[in-house]
Each structure stands twice: as C-alpha cells, then as structure tokens.
C-alpha cells in the first residue's frame, strides 16, 4: 500500500522561527520543526513534503502540485496570510485536501485583527497556542484521520 504523503506548508516570516520574536513563537528554528517532524512522519509511516515561502503566489503554487503530486493531506501555518488570503483559502478548497491549520501562538489572545482566519471553517481541525508542538499534533491528528479514511472515503467510527 502506498505510503501517505503530507505537505507541510509554512507562509510569510516563519523561515524566522527562532530569531523573531522568541517570546511569541519560541526558539526552535523551521530547520528544527522540519527535522523532528521528519521523525515524527517516519515513526507515523507517512512522508512529509516541507515548503515555506514569504510570497503568497508561491504558496498556492505548491498547493496546486497536488495535481501532479497527490498529497492526502496538509499541514499549514499561513502566518500573517491567515487573515489577508481569499486566494490561499481558494486554492485549498480547489484540491479537495483535508488540511489542519496550525498557529505557534494563541491568534485569539494577540490582536482583534488576528482573530479571523480566512481557512478555519475549512480547515478539519485548527491548532492555536501551543507552540512547536501544534505541528506534531496536527500531523499525528492528520495521519489518525487519513488512517480511518475507508477506500469509499467515509470516516469509520469505532
């Protein structure tokens, strides 16, 4: 059986983990989340694809992939396109993907303007305020609801 594949996306600043701002999004590097998600995968039998980019266009790009590269499901932290992009929330609404959104801090604890999210009522679960450790959550929720999936595509419930 073909292993699943799982993109994991990361939008504007977040090639800056662990230099901006430590006190909001801590000090682990994107270097070190996609290292330890690389463990994470493996031990979940999954592969992860990572991208990041501080341009929208490029986000949706690899998005649109999916069409020649099949993910099953994504993992997105949009950053600040969170609260901007009707086009990032198009195109992953085009590809038919579950996708988890993913926040290292608590949008609802920060800035009226960052308590909307234009892919949150899409999104099949959404992970905010708990650090680093959202991203291994999301991928193990991920892959726990890719998992259940039959092939008829209906959730099967215990």
Do not use: C
């Amino acid at each position: 059986m073909k292993s699943k594949r799982i993109l994991i996306l990361n939008g504007p600043n977040l090639n800056l983990l662990g230099i901006r701002e430590p006190h909001i999004y801590g000090k682990t590097t994107l270097k070190d989340l996609e290292n330890q998600l690389s463990i994470d995968a493996k031990h979940l039998g999954v592969e992860v694809e990572f991208f990041q980019s501080n341009h929208e266009g490029n986000l949706i790009d690899k998005i649109q992939e999916h069409f020649q590269n099949s993910y099953d499901g994504i993992i997105i932290n949009p950053g600040g396109l969170t609260h901007t992009s009707v086009a990032l929330r198009d195109a992953l609404l085009s590809i038919s993907v579950p996708f988890v959104e993913v926040h290292i801090s608590n949008i609802y604890s920060r800035e009226p303007f960052r308590h909307h999210s234009y892919l949150s009522d899409k999104a099949l679960a959404v992970i905010s305020g708990m650090g680093i450790l959202g991203y291994r959550l999301a991928l193990i929720g991920l892959v726990h609801y890719l998992k259940e999936l039959s092939f008829d595509g209906k959730l099967q419930l215990p």
